[in-house]
């Protein structure tokens, strides 16, 4: 019976290789002709049946070996296995919420309407949020003779996305009122009801979970220990640093900075980590390790790039552009809380993911001009407790 090592189950033959193997093992026993014969006649279905069969097994086996290893294993089969050798549960997403601000400005007013009867997009036919009725807010709701209300709303779906930028929500398209006008305002999901949309747990994340688990069974408390509670108890937490003897007066505390795709963290997601450590700090098991952990979210540094991309015409489109952004914004939310390694936002860098998209050809993106980083060419420091946030407004497209 033939064995196979762990390399070997992991990378499977193509399927157009198990089907040659196969001809080759039937020309070796005696069937000279095989490979003579029309596609459509019969030798030649039963080799594919054969060969589609064998490389189905090859698949299935392939990825029953991965389903068995953490940092190999994806989607369901990661789930699983988490759950079942590491305790760790997948993380749902969540829906953005937070309120937009509804003003009269034709003098319709005064109008009365309860939040669950309206609904709103980012322009037409956009992202949609539902209003919401939510314990503590007063419900109907009075929008007065040329003045302005507040309406919570949720995103109808869990996701990132739904983290709109300041005036993004402009559109009433349920429940509307003629004269009035909706946006979204700075702040829009920083009260004590706003909660940041989150997409559901990544396997990255899931894996980095995983591993920090062993750490968790020591004695005493590390910093896998600090960064598995962090990221258990939020799965907007994406970035975890701990620090010892920030304060040199306060011996013995430690320090944990959160940060989340897009930066910093909510105060609801510092007090629930900062809840989820407790129980293993004063009267806890880790003694005295644990004893002054103190939670809080990284600082955002905030990096103004502006600048024009010069790109071939058939380039200069909005769909371009957004890739671009794309770009920045994966490096961007790439960075280790205090910058990693090199502790600074480059300059360099910076210029060569504007031109990323053109890979080695020189007829997509020709040039990139005037790009400044916060007005001038240097690169930025970053503090121990801050992540950059990248402002692309100020970028734009040109074509030659």
Known sequence: MATFTVEQLLNPPAYTVVKENIYDELIAAGFTAMRSYAPESLPVCLVETEAQSQDRVNQTAACIVQSGYNDLASGDALTRLSDQVYQNVRLDGQRARGFVTVSDTRGVG???????????????????????????????????????CRVYIQAVAEGAAYNASVGEINTMIR????????????????????????????????????????????????????????????????????????????????????????????????????????PVQIGGPNIPETAKCVVSSAANLAVVIAGAVIVDPAYNTAAFKAQIVTDLQTWFGSFLIGGGKLGKVSYERILGILSYRAGLTNSIVLDATGVTVNGGTSDLSLAYNQVPVPDLTGLTLQSL
Do not use: C, H
């Not at 309407?113 to 009075?142: C, E, K, Q």
């Open 175 to 278: 429940g509307v009122i003629p004269g009035v006008t909706v946006t979204n305002p700075s702040g829009w999901q920083s009260d004590s009801y706003g909660v940041t949309g989150a997409d559901p747990e990544t396997d990255a994340s899931l894996q980095q979970r995983n591993r920090k688990q062993w750490e968790t069974l020591s004695a005493g408390a590390t910093p896998g220990m600090y960064e598995d509670r962090a990221r258990d108890a939020s799965v907007e937490v994406t970035r975890v640093r701990t620090d010892t003897n920030l304060d040199l007066t306060d011996p013995g505390r430690i320090d944990v900075t959160l940060a989340g795709p897009a930066g910093a963290v909510s105060i609801a997601v510092v007090a629930a980590v900062q809840a989820a450590i407790s």
């Open 110 to 148: 005064p109008r009365t309407f309860t939040a669950s009867s309206v609904s709103f997009t980012r322009g037409v036919n956009g992202l949609r949020y539902d209003g919401v009725v939510l314990s503590g807010v007063a419900d109907p709701i009075v929008l007065p003779k040329n003045g302005s």
